[in-house]
């Protein structure tokens, strides 16, 4: 169990699956730069978290913003939404006190773009669903992501090997954050994407100009 004092953002395990090294940039050294994908992303979210909307969508009741925590994963945030199913089963369902009946949680993380590899927005949504377990005491099986490029949701099953890669990343994520060393840069595909490129410079196989060590130098003598 982890003390409320070394809890971490739950949103930085994208960061962290995605990239160690980005993660530690954003969330030790309080480095941030905007792109068109992030500002893109705050757009959509904008319209998303809105934690006094409840919105009723058939027999479901959809809720804003909540907030999550799980001292044995020691993270905690706020989700985009959770959906609330209704079902007659007592077992593995909650009260609410808005709501009268029983109710399945149903966590759904809003994302632009299209679905991503290595299961980066799969493990952010876990996350949030092993948040709610620990909050509830029931389990929460499954959850959905939704991206506004393709205007469809995409349904995700927790499974046992998912919760192992959360797990391990939020491990991992507190083991870099006591260590106070950020990883070291490694050029990959997915750099060019990444909003703080010009902040980390990985070097890239064939990227080996002087002018290239000039503004690596120059930012190690300004930091």
């Given at each position: ?5 070394d809890m971490l953002m739950l949103s930085g395990i994208q ?57 044995k994963l020691g993270l905690y945030g706020v989700t985009d ?143």
């Amino acid at each position: 169990m982890y003390s409320e004092d070394d809890m971490l953002m739950l949103s930085g395990i994208q960061h962290f699956r995605f990239c160690p090294r980005q993660w530690a940039l954003i969330h030790m050294e309080q480095q941030w730069e905007e792109n068109r994908l992030t500002t893109e992303g705050n757009i959509l979210h904008k319209h998303v978290d809105d934690p006094f909307y409840r919105q009723k969508c058939k027999e479901n009741i959809c809720l804003r913003s909540v907030n999550v925590a799980s001292r044995k994963l020691g993270l905690y945030g706020v989700t985009d939404v959770v959906e609330l199913h209704p079902t007659l089963e007592e077992n593995n369902s909650i009260l609410h006190p808005g709501y009268p009946g029983r109710w399945i949680l149903y966590p759904i993380e809003y994302k632009h773009g299209r679905p991503k590899k290595n299961q980066i927005d799969e493990v952010q949504l876990a996350a949030q669903a092993m948040c709610l377990e620990e909050i509830y005491g029931v389990p929460v099986m499954k959850g959905a992501l939704y991206y506004e490029q393709t205007k469809r949701r995409v349904e995700v099953c927790f499974t046992e090997q998912l919760r192992d890669i959360v797990q391990d990343c939020a491990l991992q994520m507190h083991n870099t954050y006591l260590s106070a060393r950020i990883p070291q840069a490694s050029y990959q595909q997915f750099c060019d994407k990444c909003s703080l490129i010009n902040i980390c410079m990985p070097l890239k196989p064939k990227d080996m100009s002087a002018s290239y060590y000039l503004k690596k130098s120059l930012y190690e003598e300004a930091t």
